[in-house]
């Protein structure tokens, strides 16, 4: 009985990723409830879940641009984050309306996203490459225009979308994250783009025989990548009401981390959104419960990269059963 769970149902379960992730989330609130007496209740959760709306919309993005294959990934959307909030702060200083200027940070977030597309789709750089200069040129550009001082004084009403809640339940959550959430996995799952998305990323040169656009569906991800960053910008200047040129430091390896645990393939082709959602969830309720429970920092990273070393491998392992799978029932 035992050899046959390991033969067969550990495979099933591992195969199935959403399930897989359903248990694990469902053993780190056991284990977090148990850590920490301040943890399991609504409010404190719903506090969490708060925490994960930037992450979920980098990771989004994360998995999007991974899933079209060609080594394809961001290292950029934490420096993108950055920027974005320091172009909003820059606007509400010069005296634009808030919400005109959330609406034009959202475009340059875009337009930031589409610098990536041209380095990797159009000019043909690797992914790590352009994206790691990038990050490092949006990031330097945020400290130099602010100095490294944070800008503040926003609205006291553009504390809503952050800071808000609506029948309890955050703003940012409710008219952020679900809305961007439901709508990109709409496009994923069942439109002709989405499907385009994984025949790239399955293989790129079939695509291309198939009168695929692949250049210019790379580089429409890459910018919509960035119009996700510019849109988590905006919901964490909210949040803190302040627009720090530093708040996304880090950020591009927890949407790494996130996308991989989800399921995704990094070398593209296969993964899920729904994958990315509770991996967004396991992260957050991990890193926020260690911090309830008063667990140093550094442990917490240390935490994070486990989780990372952790998803690669069960990634592997999968294929490995998958492909063995294939070659028993040729």
């Not at 490092?136 to 944070?150: E, K, M």
């Not at 002709?192 to 293989?203: A, D, K, P, S, T």
């Not at 964490?236 to 995704?264: H, Y």
């Amino acid at each position: 009985m035992i050899e046959r769970f390991f033969k067969q149902s550990l495979p099933a379960l591992l195969s199935n990723r959403v399930y897989f992730l359903i248990a694990l989330l469902i053993i780190v609130l056991i284990f977090l409830s148990l850590i920490s007496p301040y943890f399991l209740n609504t409010r404190t959760i719903l506090d969490i879940l708060r925490m994960g709306t930037v992450l979920l919309l980098l990771s989004i993005g994360q998995t999007l641009v991974i899933l079209a294959g060609g080594a394809g990934i961001d290292l950029s959307v934490g420096a993108m984050l950055s920027l974005s909030g320091v172009f909003l702060g820059i606007l509400s200083r010069t005296g634009v309306d808030i919400w005109v200027a959330a609406l034009l940070t959202i475009l340059f977030g875009g337009l930031l996203g589409s610098i990536n597309g041209f380095t990797v789709a159009i000019w043909g750089l690797p992914p790590l490459i352009g994206t790691l200069g990038s990050m490092w040129a949006f990031g330097a550009l945020a400290l130099v225009i602010t100095n490294g001082v944070p800008i503040s004084n926003f609205p006291r009403e553009f504390a809503f979308i952050g800071d808000g809640r609506i029948l309890g339940i955050p703003t940012q959550i409710l008219l952020v994250a679900l809305p961007v959430f439901v709508i990109i996995y709409f496009f994923l799952n069942w439109s002709f783009l989405g499907r385009w998305v994984y025949l790239i990323g399955v293989n790129e040169t079939a695509a291309k025989f198939s009168g695929i656009p692949v250049t210019r569906v790379r580089f429409s991800l890459y910018t919509l990548n960035g119009i996700l960053a510019g849109i988590g910008a905006v919901v964490m200047a909210s949040w803190l009401m302040a627009a720090r040129p530093d708040v996304g430091s880090g950020m591009e390896l927890q949407s790494i981390t996130v996308t991989v645990l989800g399921g995704t393939n990094i070398f593209g082709g296969f993964g899920s959104l729904l994958g990315t959602l509770l991996a967004v969830l396991i992260v957050t309720l991990v890193a926020s419960g260690l911090q309830l429970a008063g667990i140093n920092a550094i442990w917490q990273l240390a935490v994070l990269g486990f989780i990372l070393l952790g998803a690669v491998s069960i990634n592997q392992l999968i294929y490995s059963l998958k492909a063995k799978q294939s070659g028993l029932s040729a």
